[in-house]
Each structure stands twice: as C-alpha cells, then as structure tokens.
C-alpha cells in the first residue's frame, strides 16, 4: 500500500494549485484521509481531513482559502489551494487510513514541495 502525491510547485502570493495524492496496493477500503505540511524548523502540522462520509475538518489558518475532496473510486485525495500565501510554504504530505484485507496502514506519502513568493 502507497500513497503517491502530485501537484506541487512554485506560485505567486494569491495564486491556487491543485494537490493529488493517489493510493495503490492492495486495498480494501479507504477511512479518513488528509493532508499536513511542514515548514522549515517547524512541526508537522494538519491542514485539511476529511472522513469517509466527506465530513471535513481545516486548520483555521487556511479556513476559506483551501478545499479537500475525495474520489472514492479513483482511491484520491484532493486539496484545492487558493490566495496562497508566503505562510503556506512548506512540503505537503498526504495522509490516509487504508485497510487491507488483513491489515489496516496509517499510510503517508512522500511530501511535495509548495513555495509561494511574495
């Protein structure tokens, strides 16, 4: 079981992108899913989850300025990034509760760079 993160890059303040991230293995079904990001120096933090029946929970620092979706049948998580920020700099990770027929995997993806200049 993997996760596979896509979409980032360099933006000016105030512009959007787009992140995917895309499981794959041997999966049963898939529970909570989100994405966290981690600055320089700082902490992994939470930016976005959102549960199997879409309930979606956000850091109010990026409240109103970010969405996260899901695509069940293309096991693929989204996050939808507008008026970005020089704040919101940071390598994003991508993070899903994935079941096997036999096992359940707190599974994380390998990060993608966001930088958003000033």
């Known amino acids: 079981v993997q996760l596979q993160a896509s979409g980032g890059g360099l933006v000016q303040a105030g512009g959007s992108l787009r992140l995917s991230c895309a499981a794959s293995g041997s999966i049963f079904s898939i529970n909570g899913m989100g994405w966290y990001r981690q600055a320089p120096g700082a902490q992994r933090e939470l930016v976005a989850t959102i549960s199997v029946g879409d309930s979606t929970n956000y850091a109010d620092s990026v409240k109103g300025r970010f969405a996260i979706s899901r695509d069940n049948a293309k096991n693929t998580v989204y996050l939808q990034m507008n008026s970005l920020k020089p704040e919101d700099t940071a390598v994003y990770y991508c993070?899903?509760?994935?079941?096997?027929?036999?096992?359940?995997?707190?599974?994380w993806g390998q990060g993608t760079q966001i930088t958003v200049s000033s």
């Open positions: 993070n899903a509760l994935i079941s096997s027929l036999s096992t359940i995997y707190d599974s």
